[in-house]
């Protein structure tokens, strides 16, 4: 599909940072969650990758929108709404989280933050769990408040994220654990800042949780980064196929479980706690899975984005397909995502790509994250 | 907000009618339901108005995805949905059904259809009325099926809409009554065919439930519309503001109440049947509402697109919002939607409308549909 118009209106909502991300000079847009995501400045896909892996880039992700569970249902809620054990969770703590329906099916894979005993946000991919979760309570009579807060998350992410971060909120966020979170002042309004976010190279997120303050705060961080080599940035095709990245509504839809897309590790079958679709997880880990999210490595022209999902063939029989690609600068190939069949999946198998305008290319099933084993 | 590149991925997923919309030379989209919703092909926003006012236009609305309900307590499920009374509604017929939560805040406001006593699909703005289903399902022990069927709607739109269909259908489809639908069939595959459609100048909307059979049907209908002036074309931001269409998303969401849109005559309140939300709306109803969507009427240049609310003032008191506005061909002005509050939403009101750019114009509220008292 050649490159086309996003045309707007107010139903895809703004984030507080649309002033400061236009003056950054924003060209591309994504949406998530009905808001917008900037996903380019001028910039190429490239440029932003290296840069990204050496510096530092302020990104305007508050479609990342928060579900607030709050009451003495909540802790029972969030469970209820996630395979993965969270009753050991302590406050402060961040969860990846995958969500699944009574069969199974990825609803969404949220980082759940505990706020406090009685109190979650969960930090959602582009579905309306807001919808699932207010049903529940109402279906379950739970006593819990289930709503979207004025929380808008920026993220500060590379490798320099931590001296930019320590000059807008002291040294103190060099002392924030992976996947943990504080709360520490911005201009006297105590903000959830963790180490998180989505891209491999390290960083945090704050969690604004008061929209005036959006230019205020984007400003700080601003100017805290011009003698780090700051620029704005969005998460990065190239960073996270190559880290092995998943994107909800991408490599993993509701057509897809949490076995197929490598996340056994987040699921508890054992009955310990008590979850929606416990069941039908535990019946499609005894049967296995017939398909696996793996690493695509394959030759030819730097590749299109794929915008229709293309297919991996073997002997002309389809035995998987691809759903996200990108050339990579590190392994000077194309790399791809995708579910591959279990015949076929091994590390190493060699396969066929047809691209969705008809191109064939040659290419190899790869572990993630990715190794091409073909110039190991 | 200068007119900005949409990045896409599979994520926002592809209609069965793509490679024809493509080749019918698409330039703009808007996402609807995390699916592509072609918006414009190179002609102005007016050219399109004039265009879709006079002859006949091909829709690609497949965005308008459905939410099936299918088993013995379909009909029950469906009726907790909605505050409009289904009761006696009959196979064959369309609703337009506001949705609301517990507090009676808009979720949706869905076309519904009876395909049979057990059997409902819902045809859904843009918000994930699947989890809502699914999860009201789960939580109260129903004895449905939810789920997305493979339907894409591919609207037939202007007032040559019955000379073109009948070419495709045979001239069945003249018989069909507002808001009613007929399987007609297409290669032999019987298809929902309804009058309806989001415009004010008629047609119809055929539920295509077999994607295979996309590329067949656009083209069915391009070729049927050859000699009838057809143009690919797409929902009309001019037409649906003059005709007083409202827009899930921009002037309505989770915080306004159907009768604050008016919709008071889709509530039902004396109790006759039960749906979530009845008690919010018996009391919303009692208190009165506050604010009340109206048309404004505004002078000065052709408009920018709104994207984040204008304010309404009067006497520098913010007396409601813009939320859609554009240049009207038929008033010589600029026209939009908004909610305005109780002590000004008279017909002929005078207020001030500060666009986001901070430009000021004088303007006037209007009932819906618009009328235009100063040339009257």
Chains 1, 2 share one sequence.
């Not at 400003?219 to 980064?225: E, L, R």
């Not at 940035?233 to 993993?252: D, K, Q």
Request: hydrophobic share 40%; charged share 20%; aromatic share 8%.
């Amino acid at each position: 599909m050649p490159a086309s118009k996003l045309q707007t209106s107010i139903r895809q909502r703004a984030t507080p940072y649309k002033s400061r991300v236009e003056r950054a000079g924003v060209t591309d847009f994504s949406i998530v969650n009905h808001t917008l995501l900037p996903k380019g400045f001028g910039e190429s896909q490239q440029s932003d990758y290296t840069h990204l892996k050496n510096h530092v880039q302020l990104w305007d992700v508050g479609c990342q929108r928060q579900v607030e569970l709050k009451g003495p249902d909540a802790a029972h809620l969030a469970q209820l709404m996630t395979p993965r054990d969270l009753s050991a969770g302590q406050v402060g703590q961040c969860f990846y989280a995958p969500m699944v329906d009574e069969a199974g099916g990825l609803l969404n894979d949220p980082v759940i933050l505990k706020l406090a005993n009685d109190h979650y946000w969960f930090s959602i991919a582009d579905s309306d769990v807001l919808l699932w979760a207010k049903a529940l309570a109402y279906g379950l009579r739970l006593d819990v408040s289930v709503d979207e807060p004025d929380v808008w998350p920026l993220a500060v992410q590379g490798p320099k994220s931590d001296d930019l971060l320590e000059k807008v909120f002291g040294e103190s966020v060099r002392s924030i654990a992976f996947f943990r979170f504080k709360k520490l002042s911005f201009q006297g309004h105590p903000l959830v800042v963790a180490r998180a976010g989505y891209s491999k190279q390290g960083g945090f997120e704050i969690y604004l949780d008061d929209s005036s303050l959006g230019p205020a705060l984007w400003d700080a961080c601003w100017d805290a980064g011009q003698d780090l080599n700051l620029r704005p940035g969005s998460p990065n095709l190239i960073e996270r196929i190559e880290g092995g990245l998943m994107s909800y509504g991408n490599e993993m839809t509701r057509q897809n479980n949490p076995f197929e897309c490598g996340l056994d590790r987040y699921c508890q079958l054992d009955g310990s706690v008590d979850y929606i679709g416990l069941e039908a997880l535990r019946r499609i880990d005894a049967e296995g899975v017939k398909q696996q999210i793996r690493g695509l490595i394959f030759s030819g022209d730097p590749c299109p984005p794929v915008s229709q999902a293309w297919s991996v063939l073997l002997n002309d029989a389809r035995v998987g397909q691809v759903t996200s690609a990108v050339w990579s600068p590190r392994f000077q190939k194309n790399v791809g995502l995708g579910m591959i069949s279990h015949n076929h999946w091994d590390h190493g198998s060699e396969v066929l790509i047809v691209s969705e305008d008809g191109e064939e290319r040659y290419g190899m099933v790869s572990q993630l994250p990715m190794i091409d084993l073909s110039t190991a």
